[in-house]
């Protein structure tokens, strides 16, 4: 199946010379279709960089991509992606109404009753009639939002998509990606730093540093295993001194860093031993922990 | 592609009202209602200096209203919305990830051509009330003795001269615009270059040496001067520059297009 993005090592460096700054290095990236796949960085990272080049809005300084299978990015490929980079850019004279017929003209649509549908769908029915300049920040993050579903694309991507957003707003965002991915096919490209969203939403995620790709995978496979096996015993000393090296004591109880295949042995050793065992499981690693541990690795 | 771009500017005109009526709408306004006053004033308070009103001259004079710089500043605003409110707004980021870039950039100088061009006329359709009404006052008329093929030929000369001259002045806000990304800079810059103009030809207004037709303002006289002598017309000083005037015009507005969309087609829109 083709890849809905590729690129093979893209960069973007601004200015030239001694004076040149990378914005991004060489970037070597495929994301799969039919998912959701998070861009992750500090700022300054390059996400926003990365989104802008694969648009077209800026011009790659080295490397290449193709998007949804095209290698020369026209109107023919952008009109099957629907994008929101950044803080929403809506023309404040405009109506949110007037806006989505603007936007659809320039995408060669007709279609008012997508227009409407779309307004609904962002929450926006009753404030449609309202010009832009009066909106909240999250009203026109939504607008945006709408905006980029206008076209009924096969690829989204968005540019720190909650920023501005109410934890309602943020709920609703969730929801809504998980139902395009899932109820429509949608792949969804999202950059964001808010690595507890992106863990929620994201089926797969690439974490940027300086440019650099440092990281990258499913998002189950990133956490899982990583956070070690937690074990509540007693008494635990005993249990501490049967684990030797391999545990460490953690609130009230230990985590032993062993390979998953290892639990059942470890805990018949503990009971053979007569510990007595409360407590058995996983800790999952968060995504924020792997985020700063890949950030430290690539300092 | 670029009717699709060009639908989306011709909209966004007619919803942004009141930029669009200073922009096009006021020049009119503005030469009926001051075409008014000078008549009242005149019949009223100083008696009739000419005898006589000539209604299709003023409806021929009304189409070079805006060739002159000082009432090109509106036609330079409504440019600098059109060309330079996306870098404003930021809202390339909007319209370049749905269209091609060239094609919007031309759908701009479409939008703009069609906005100024019921601007160019309604100054006329304004010259000729204001025409009519001195004729009322006046009580006595002079109608052009050529038949109504030169009349309309000759309306059509001035309004595409008028209309050349103006998309020259497009042109240059437009590269101005992309070069600045401030809607500010290329009214300013547009403004001033077309004063500096203005008085840099000084010495052309009498005719002669054909490289004064290189200036647009001069250019644009010369070709509506050769309209004017169909209409029988005989103070045409500039008419001679008709020919390499069209051809300056064209010049002109071909080099700052192209290299205006040359850069726009190059152009890093990081924060836009």
Known sequence: MTAALETFGLGKSYGRGGRAVSALGALDLSVPKGLVYGVLGPNGAGKSTLLRLVLGLVKPSRGGFRLLGESSIDARVLRRIGAMIEAPSLYPFLTARETLRALAHLSGLNDPAREEAVLERVGLSEAAHRRVRTYSMGMKQRLALGAALLARPELLILDEPTNGLDPPGIQEMRVLVRELVEKEGVTIILSSHLLDEVQKVCDRVAIINRGELVSEGRVSDLISGQGGFFIRAAPREKALAILGARARPQDDGLVVDIPPDAAPALIRELVGANIDVFEARWLTQSLERVFLSSMDQSQ | MILDALKTELYKLSRNRW??????????????????????????????????????????????????????????????????????????????????????????????????????????????????????????????????????????????????????????????????????????????????????????????????????????????????????EVDTLLHGFALPGAGALILWFAAFTTVALVLFTRQDLSKE
């Open chain 2, 19 to 232: 930029s669009a009526f200073w922009a096009f709408g006021f020049m009119p306004l503005f030469a009926l209602g001051s075409g008014l006053v000078e008549q009242f004033f005149t019949h009223l308070y100083l008696g009739d200096i000419i005898p006589y009103a000539a209604p299709l001259q003023d409806s021929l004079g009304g189409l070079a209203t805006l060739s002159t710089s000082i009432f090109q500043l509106c036609a330079i605003a409504g440019a600098a919305i059109i060309f330079g409110g996306e870098y404003r707004w930021e809202t390339w980021r909007a319209t370049l990830t749905r269209n091609d870039r060239i094609p919007v950039m031309l759908a701009k100088l479409m939008a703009f051509a069609i906005a100024v061009s019921v601007s160019v006329i309604l100054c006329s359709l304004a010259r000729f009330i204001v025409g009519l009404v001195d004729m009322s006052l006046t009580g006595e008329a002079r109608w052009p003795s050529v038949g109504a093929g030169d009349i309309a030929l000759a309306h059509l000369i001035a309004f595409t001269a008028t209309l050349a001259q103006v998309m020259v002045t497009a042109s240059f806000v437009m590269l101005v615009a992309v070069l600045s990304r401030a809607m500010t800079a290329a009214i300013v810059a547009a403004l001033l270059t077309l004063v500096a103009i203005e008085i840099a030809s000084i010495r052309g207004n009498g005719g002669g040496d054909p490289v004064w037709a290189l200036f647009p303002n001069l250019a644009g006289a010369g070709i509506r001067q050769s309209g004017e002598r169909m209409m029988g």
